[in-house]
């Protein structure tokens, strides 16, 4: 069974910078994507950032520039390098980890929150 554990959330003004990871169990970490969503208040969940087992990354339109996504498969962990921060970061962030068979597991997620 695979377990997803977030931490690195918390406070931090506008313009400021967070570093969040997750640690992932079991061995399917290698062969799977990774990727980190947010969700806000009222709004749906939303896809941040990906990365593939090759290391291939995608992100979406607003975070481009000013987030870098990153896997270290020795610690089976994945990384969100998030500068620039503005109000409208502020969300649960959480990980996802999708297998080679398509199926999704999540963390319980961690907060982050931006002063204006």
């Known amino acids: 069974q695979v377990q997803l554990t977030e931490s690195g959330g918390g406070l931090v003004q506008a313009g400021g910078s967070l570093n969040l990871s997750c640690t992932a169990s079991g061995s399917v970490f290698f062969f799977s994507a990774m990727s980190w969503h947010r969700q806000a208040p009222g709004k749906q969940r939303e896809l941040v950032a990906l990365?593939?087992?090759?290391?291939?990354?995608n992100y979406a339109d607003s975070v481009k520039g000013r987030f870098t996504i990153s896997r270290d498969n020795a610690k089976k962990m994945v990384h969100l390098e998030m500068n620039i921060l503005q109000p409208e970061d502020a969300a649960g962030y959480y990980c996802k980890l999708t297998t080679p068979r398509n199926e999704d597991y999540w963390g319980r997620g961690t907060q982050v929150t931006v002063s204006s």
């Open positions: 990365i593939t087992p090759s290391r291939s990354t």
